[in-house]
């Protein structure tokens, strides 16, 4: 089965950077769509970023859009979350996620079916 293993959180001031990544074992297949999804304290999960394994597709929350790039490195099985910018709302445990069918990416921001553990990443004002 797919396993995803999210690392690169961290405290990080406003203003800043950070990038995670996501270790994908099984592999998902080339279908697969890929997404990034985060909870902050007291709140619901939400999505934040999609793309395809090949990287020819992206979607992204308007919260993040022109902040956050999401990418793949298919060699190595991962997925990358660039994050710039960075604002204390952005504080959230942020979780990579796997998606097996087939539909566009805009369809699968209400979530997917495959969850790492996920990573803490923190912004302070």
């Known amino acids: 089965q797919v396993q995803l293993v999210e690392s690169g959180g961290g405290l990080v001031q406003a203003g800043g950077s950070l990038r995670l990544s996501c270790a994908a074992s099984?592999?998902?297949?080339?279908?697969?769509?890929m997404g990034w999804f985060r909870q902050a304290p007291g709140k619901e999960r939400s999505f934040v970023a999609a793309?395809?394994?090949?990287?020819?597709?992206?979607y992204y929350s308007e919260s993040v859009k022109g902040r956050f790039t999401i990418s793949t490195d298919n060699a190595k099985n991962t997925v990358y979350l660039q994050m710039n910018s960075l604002k204390p709302e952005d504080t959230a445990v942020y979780y990579c996620?796997?998606?097996?069918?087939?539909?566009?990416?805009?369809?699968?921001?209400?979530?997917?079916?495959?969850w790492g553990k996920g990573t803490l990443v923190t912004v302070s004002s």
């Open positions: 099984g592999p998902p297949s080339s279908r697969y769509r």
């Open positions: 996620a796997t998606d097996p069918r087939p539909v566009g990416l805009e369809s699968l921001s209400s979530g997917m079916v495959y």
């Open positions: 793309v395809t394994w090949s990287g020819d597709r992206t």
